[in-house]
Nanobody, 112 residues
Framework: VQFVESGGGLVQPGGSLRLSCATS????????MNWYRQAPGKGRELVAA????????NYADSVKGRFTISRDNAKSTVFLQMNSLKPEDTAVYYC??????WGQGTQVTVSS
């Protein structure tokens, strides 16, 4: 099982980023996928979730209306479009499907 997150970076408040997570080692099209984040000194937080077909999506209240999760089952990839970013969105972002193994994550820093 492998998760490779990318797309993070430094962005000003109000800006946007699109994160990608390429996966391998499991049947992606049958897996519900989640995006998490971990800010410095804090625990890992579930940010967004999407079912295997994309038919059901949920967001943390803190990102609702600003973030959009999507997936491409043909490419075994899940995305997180992040708009109207705030300094409190600063964290390392990870994707997972309920496995014990995690990827390296991608750093998102929102700062002026």
């Amino acid at each position: 099982v492998q998760f490779v997150e990318s797309g993070g970076g430094l962005v000003q408040p109000g800006g946007s980023l699109r994160l990608s997570c390429a996966t391998s080692g499991f049947t992606f099209s049958r897996a519900d996928m989640n995006w998490y984040r971990q800010a410095p000194g804090k625990g890992r937080e579930l940010v967004a979730a999407i079912t295997s077909t994309g038919g059901r999506i949920n967001y943390a209240d803190s990102v609702k209306g600003r973030f959009t999760i999507s997936r491409d089952n043909a490419k075994s990839t899940v995305f997180l479009q992040m708009n109207s970013l705030k300094p409190e969105d600063t964290a390392v972002y990870y994707c997972n499907a309920g496995f014990l193994k995690w990827g390296q994550g991608t750093q998102v820093t929102v700062s002026s």
